[in-house]
């Protein structure tokens, strides 16, 4: 169902990305290779490896065989590193692990146990599958959620020192890089898409400084605005851009803040972006205080779409898998603003 539910904001393959690593780790032919000869790419002697975390630190004393992830996109990383997760949460409520353009051959015909909704876990399924490590890195996972996890299985829960869903997707990926004994696979994944932004901003220098905003609207005369630090701002400023103080200051420490349309002031930017669908895209023009923003007045709005194409859900993920994508998508877009 579109839009997809908008707390804590959604992000999905690419073009240009590497070349899918081999699956595995995940189940039938995947899991007997890996048995017989380890996960691809491990690195001998990796372990044990220690990996500090929101709640503490976490000691893997081998390579992971079987991998649940719980972050709401958690699994890109694990599938772009060549493990197969056996287990997964569901975040737009229709199981897309088919779905996304980026992730859709890496899955191939074995997709994972979906184990819960959001941050919403059942430990039931999550026991059953027998996994040897879980990760949650995008993730609000409650303390006593990770008590129980780990009577189960050794946990890699949200990055110590972000706020949850706020930490950067090269810190997520040298976490989960690091948890799979898999370092050097992590750093080269992180630094061809750091590459990606340099010539993004090396082709546009004008748009360093440039200042933009990111919301959604879900009803008539209502938004979400994003918080400078959540994935869909941050893969903008890692263009160049960067967010007016004004919108800085409304959001404070939150991740998502709501706000009525007498807060369009909050969205004035050089770029606005909005996700969502064509209903929501319509409703909002058609909002007598939008239509007096000068945003609206100069066209220097964007709407991008959750689904077809899946630009909104790229954005949302914003993993190594899906900025690719995400970026093919969207300077385009932002190129024809003038």
Known sequence: MWPP?????????????????????????????????GEPGAAAGAF???????????????????????????QDAVLALGVKPVG????????????????????????????GERDEYNMEKIAALKPDLIIAQYSGMKKEQYDTLSKIAKVVAQPKGAEDYQATWQVM??????ALGKDAESDKLVAGIDARFKAVRDKHPEWKGKTVTVGEPYEPGKFSAFSPKDPKVI?????GFTTPEAYRTALGKENVAD?????LDVMEADRTVWLGNSETEAAMKADPLYQKTKVYQEKR?????????????????????SIPYAIDQVVPKLEAIK
């Not at 081998?62 to 972050?71: D, E, I, N, S």
């Not at 997964?88 to 184990?115: H, I, M, N």
């Not at 709005?301 to 898998?321: E, I």
């Open 5 to 37: 539910p908008r707390r804590p904001p959604p992000r999905a393959p690419p073009r240009g990305r590497p070349p899918p690593p081999p699956p595995a780790g995940g189940g039938g032919d995947d899991a007997d290779k890996a048995d017989k000869g």
């Open 48 to 74: 044990p490896v220690t990996v500090e975390h929101k709640y503490g630190s976490t000691t893997i004393t081998a390579q992971p065989k079987k991998v649940v992830t719980l972050g709401l996109s958690d």
């Open 88 to 115: 997964a949460v569901d975040w737009f409520k229709e199981q897309p692990y088919g779905k996304w353009p980026w992730a859709k051959d890496l899955w191939g015909s074995t997709p994972p146990q979906v184990v």
């Open 173 to 178: 990926t040298k976490q989960i890089g690091k």
């Open 235 to 239: 893969f903008l400023s890692e263009m």
């Open 259 to 263: 706000l009525s349309s007498e807060r």
């Open 301 to 321: 709005d964007l709407f991008l779409p959750y689904d077809n194409p899946d630009v909104g859900a790229a954005l949302s993920f914003n993993t190594v898998l």
